[in-house]
């Protein structure tokens, strides 16, 4: 029983969240990247065939598209065997994803405490209200905490696992020949790629040069290049590149892995072993531009564990996730350095129009107060975490032998990059919600306070009590954990009218409901902000009208608004309300009968 204690809790804790992932409301987000998926999907076929990949700035190009790509293909896959509806089946898919994020953290969390400290920090992170709401309706923030999860813990059991090789005496001629083949790898493969663009535009020049009477090796191809319109050519020409450079690069991909094998017999266990880990990295940059940060966490672990013996897996590990960032991102495919720095820039400095609430006043995304970051982990993670977290940071310091390696990893994870996102005013809102992948060194050092206690008795009545608070906030809450505050802060309660509450507006689910139970036929109603929430979960004869359109009904039945920015006040003020979504003293929507 002891044995599969751990498997036994967390298999509860699977389970409790699959009873519950059809009660969410869809987040705001959710309709534009199901949009920037659907046209991701179908660059994998317009990009071969015709040499064009439809997807602009304004289609969120500068988001990495693979875990909505994926969620995208899974759902609509789901539907066709399971009796939910696809808002529905997309929420399964975040949880499953938060879920295994969660077994990623006690993977790592084993890698340095005991079974039962490992299980206690475990369940104090997955049992967090705020990560709970976030698991089951967040399409972009909990599974880029989940992808970093497990790049990270595939990255430590990969480089855990390399056994020290012997070193290999290379004559001065086979040190040259490798050396030359790899250079030549580096340049040719990557070149073509990153220089896809600049290709296509010698292309067209070519061909335009060919099409005004000018010799060059297009007009020699063509017998009457006039014949057909330029772009037809341009097309053509730019397909057959992409095809004999993906013939290239296999070939010559393989050429140099013989090379390499022959000189070094390891190399496919080096290879097999790395593999994995870097396919997750790859795939976790292809969903958040912030992903290498996992791959230089585990190149720091892997030099401080095993030093140079690791050079060799490290530059495979960087190459292989490069390659299936590439691969999975199509908005890259025609102009990768460029488009992917533009992305970085983008993402740190994002637009966002919309006011940010933080203690009762308004700010600007990229001009909030120093306190901003400190404020809301202190108030919306539960009071045990902070008070667990210094005490493990503590133990882990004065146990500089056993914990050093675990100090020096959370540091990079957590401090370093909190004090970047404080100090460099990187643009922040909802909260902290873009961050949440820094997080889990604060459960691993409160794991290490849970180990210092030696009495094993002890150990799990500490856990026990230190979970309380989640799971209370959880049952209080739901469906809308998200909007958790501790009681320093006074809870939801004390933070409502000072700090953002149902910012996305999943509770448009539950108005929907609402109004569907009690509106007549064919009713008119009116949705403030983000209607298509409400839409989604509305019955089919309701007719929907929301600001931005042209078209408006004399008068509407019920008027649907939620209270971000005071609009339950300023959105028909004289209407009676007959109806009010809270928790805890918070109204999170209100339904008004003008």
Known sequence: MKKHLSAIILACVFIAGLLTFDQYGESWDDRSLQKYAEKSIAAYTTFP???VVNIAREDLGFYGPFFVMLTDWASKSLSTILPFSLPDLRHLIYYLTYFAGVLAFHSIAKRWLTQISALGATLLFALQPVLWGHAFMNPKDTPFLSLFLLSVSFGIHAFDSLKPDSPIDLSPRSKRTLALLTTLWLVSVFGLFIFTQAIHTYIEILVLSAQAGNTNIFSLIAKDINAV?????IQRYFVLFLQLRTYYSLLITLILLIAYYKLNPNLPIYLFTVLPAALVLGLSTSTRILGPFAGLLITYYALRTKGKQAILAISMYAVIALMA??????YLWTNPIPRFFQSLQEMSLYPWLGGVIFNGSQYQSTDLPISYLPTLLAIQLTEPVWLLSL????VAVQNKEKKR????????????PLLAFIFMRIALYDNFRQILFIL???FLMAGVAFEAIKNVKWQAVLIVVSLLPGVIGILAL?????IYYNQFVGGVNGAKDRFEMDYWAISYREAADYVNSVATPNADVWVEGP?????LFAREDLKIYSSGELDRAESYEYVVTFTRYNFDETVYPEAEIVHVIERDGAVLTVIKKP
């Open 229 to 233: 319109p330029a772009e037809t050519y």
């Open 440 to 442: 889990p060194p604060i």
């Open 405 to 416: 390696t675990l100090v020096e990893v959370a540091l990079l994870w957590f401090v370093i």
């Open 49 to 51: 065939q015709e040499g």
């Open 391 to 394: 005490a493990g940071w503590v």
């Open 325 to 330: 960032t590439y691969l999975s991102w199509p």
């Open 531 to 535: 209607a298509q929430l409400f839409s």
């Open 478 to 482: 739901h469906p809308y954990e998200y």
